[in-house]
C-alpha cells in the first residue's frame, strides 16, 4: 500500500522518465474526489479505450460518458507516446472490477482465474 503522489509529484515522475506530457485542462483538479477519498493505492491498473483519434479519446476519459461520468483515469497514452493527464484524485477507471482480483493485488498474491469474463 503506498500514499498517493501528488499531482505535482506524478508530473515529475512522468517527465523524468523523459515522458512527453500534454496537460488537459485543470487536470490536477479534475476528479471525483466527492465520492470518497483516494487511497491507499494498491497497484496499477492498465485498461484501452476504443475511439477513433487521439482527441476523442482524451474527450471520453476526461469528460466519461452516460452513466460513468470522468475522468475515467489519470492518464491516457496515445499513439504517439505522449501522455495525456486528465485527472488526478480518485476516478472511476474501469467501472468496480473484479473484487476478487482486488483482494489478491492488495494481499500481493496472484490474480485468481477469470471467472466473471
Given at each position: 500500500m503506498a500514499?498517493?503522489?501528488?499531482?505535482?509529484?506524478?508530473?515529475?515522475?512522468l517527465k523524468a522518465e523523459g515522458v512527453t506530457v500534454?496537460?488537459?485542462?485543470?487536470?490536477k483538479n479534475h476528479n471525483r474526489n466527492a465520492k470518497g477519498p483516494?487511497?491507499?493505492?494498491?497497484?496499477?491498473?492498465i485498461h484501452h479505450t476504443v475511439t477513433k483519434g487521439t482527441a476523442n479519446t482524451v474527450k471520453?476519459?476526461?469528460?466519461?460518458?452516460?452513466?460513468?461520468?470522468?475522468?475515467?483515469?489519470?492518464?491516457?497514452?496515445?499513439?504517439?507516446?505522449?501522455?495525456?493527464t486528465v485527472g488526478w484524485g480518485r476516478a472511476n477507471h474501469a467501472g468496480l472490477g473484479d473484487p476478487d482480483v482486488l483482494s489478491?493485488?492488495?494481499a500481493e498474491r496472484r490474480p485468481p482465474v477469470d471467472n466473471e469474463a
Open positions: 500514499t498517493p503522489l501528488t499531482a505535482a509529484q506524478f508530473l515529475a515522475a500534454v496537460e488537459v485542462g485543470d487536470w483516494w487511497g491507499p493505492v494498491h497497484g496499477v491498473m471520453i476519459v476526461r469528460d466519461g460518458y452516460a452513466g460513468l461520468p470522468g475522468p475515467l483515469c489519470h492518464g491516457m497514452i496515445a499513439k504517439d507516446g505522449r501522455v495525456h489478491a493485488v492488495i
